[in-house]
């Protein structure tokens, strides 16, 4: 599947910013979806997934309570909206698509990556 992320940008402390990411060529709506993010100097690693269906969606700890993860299968996209942006959210996200309808926190287990897009939250 191809996937366009697009909605990042530069925002101050305590901000809000919503990320899409859009896809095609593989049924979008059968496959389940993750968000991943890379700040300057540290490795990717996971930030939030939801299921083929939407339900289920993980986050991980340092953006528990203050990102929502969603999907819109008729539009072929998911979301993060992202709430009380804090300095150390600044990185570029990518979203990722799973092999089948589920996702996982590893990204050695995706192929599928969209092209990233720049978060920068400034104190």
């Known amino acids: 599947v191809q996937l366009q992320a697009s909605g990042g940008g530069s925002v101050q402390a305590g901000g809000s910013l919503r990320l899409s990411c859009t896809g095609s060529?593989?049924?979008?709506?059968?496959?389940?979806m993750a968000w991943f993010r890379q700040a300057p100097g540290k490795e990717r690693e996971f930030v939030a997934g939801?299921?083929?269906?939407?339900?289920?969606?993980t986050y991980a700890g340092p953006v528990k309570g203050r990102f929502t993860i969603s999907r819109d299968n008729a539009k072929n996209t998911v979301y993060l909206r992202m709430n009380s942006l804090k300095p150390e959210d600044t990185a570029v996200y990518y979203c990722?698509?799973?092999?089948?309808?589920?996702?996982?926190?590893?990204?050695?287990?995706?192929?599928?990556w969209g092209q990233g897009t720049l978060v920068t939250v400034s104190s």
């Open positions: 990722a698509a799973s092999p089948n309808g589920l996702y996982y926190s590893s990204e050695e287990r995706y192929d599928d």
């Open positions: 939801v299921t083929w269906s939407g339900s289920s969606p």
């Open positions: 060529g593989r049924t979008f709506s059968s496959i389940g």
